[in-house]
T-cell receptor, first 118, second 114 residues
């Protein structure tokens, strides 16, 4: 079974440019999450999709970030325009059920996209 | 709001030595606690979790963790470290009804000396 796939694995862009990150969840997983880790800091929740709907986007830092999940399959996270503080590792995770945290064992993470904004 | 503190940024141990990674949490109710590991080039992998019941939980790869409510701690342990355990370890807390919205610590980078 394929896991959660993210690409690119690395992206280096200049301040002011646009970058789009992609996440392919495990097939059949309705729930998709984006997390971000800024260097040296904790991994922070960004948002949660259930199918194509945004269930919780309370962690999105500002309106330069736009997440989509058209058709309820893969998701994209666009940063436009990118700023220096957006550098970090962006993780995607997926799960099959609308779970409570008690079934967190069914949460699968991708290996992340390392974003560097120069 | 919940929070997690991992006071050790880097830890180095010799192969075969015992390991303890510290984690302290802040949460107003009964927490749901997790340890994840990230090896180079890999995604986050769940090592173990605590929801209720026995405060000593066993996980994969020979890891265990003990929940101590009085100390607000959930330290990760392994009696004998293997070189392949070198990775970054994250403690996380979740809230009842919060789905998979987790609050993570800053991580502890483990180096294993041969």
């Amino acid at each position: 079974e394929a896991g959660v796939t993210q690409f690119p694995s690395h992206s280096v862009i200049e301040k002011g440019q646009t970058v789009t990150l992609r996440c392919d969840p495990i097939s059949g997983h309705d729930n998709l999450y984006w997390y971000r880790r800024v260097m040296g800091k904790e991994i922070k929740f960004l948002l949660h999709f259930v199918k194509e709907s945004k269930q919780d986007e309370s962690g999105m830092p500002n309106n330069r970030f736009l997440a989509e999940r058209t058709g309820g399959t893969y998701s994209t996270l666009k940063v436009q325009p990118a700023e220096l503080e957006d550098s970090g590792v962006y993780f995607c995770a997926s799960s099959q059920d609308q779970t409570t945290v008690a079934t967190n064992e069914k949460l699968f993470f991708g290996s992340g996209t390392q974003l560097s904004v120069l | 709001a919940q929070s997690v503190t991992q006071p050790d940024i880097h830890i180095t141990v010799s192969e075969g030595a015992s390991l303890e990674l510290r984690c302290n949490y802040s949460y107003g109710a009964t927490p749901y606690l997790f340890w994840y590991v990230q090896s180079p080039g890999q995604g986050l992998q769940l090592l173990l979790k605590y929801f209720s019941g026995d405060t000593l939980v066993q996980g994969i790869k020979g890891f265990e963790a003990e929940f101590k409510r009085s100390q607000s701690s959930f330290n990760l342990r392994k009696p004998s470290v293997h070189w392949s355990d070198a990775a970054e370890y994250f403690c996380a807390v979740g809230a009842w009804g919060g789905g998979n919205k987790l609050t993570f610590g800053t991580g502890t980078q483990l180096k294993v000396e041969l």
